[in-house]
């Protein structure tokens, strides 16, 4: 199978709810590389990384999510 943005979003997503948060982050990341303009993506790394402190890379995830997608309520509502 070919790796996709989506799949590693889920996985992602998984490795959040098990607390793993550096390994999500970094599938997050891969999910970004394979495509720049995921903003479902965007939005979970935003939410990670506000939720780890990094607060000017959580706004700058977060405000291209809403580029992307301007009815994204969680990101919206997470931007600072």
């Known amino acids: 199978l070919k790796p996709s943005a989506d799949g590693h979003i889920g996985v992602g997503a998984m490795l959040l709810k098990e607390g793993k948060k550096e390994t999500a982050k970094a599938e997050f990341q891969k999910a970004l ?18 939720t780890q402190g990094d607060v000017i890379g959580a706004n700058n995830d977060l405000s291209r999510a809403l580029v992307i997608n301007s009815d994204d309520k969680v990101a919206s509502r997470t931007l600072i």
């Not at 903003?39 to 990384?49: E, K, P």
């Open 33 to 50: 590389e394979l495509d720049p303009n995921s903003g479902s993506a965007l939005r979970h790394l935003g939410s990670l990384r506000y």
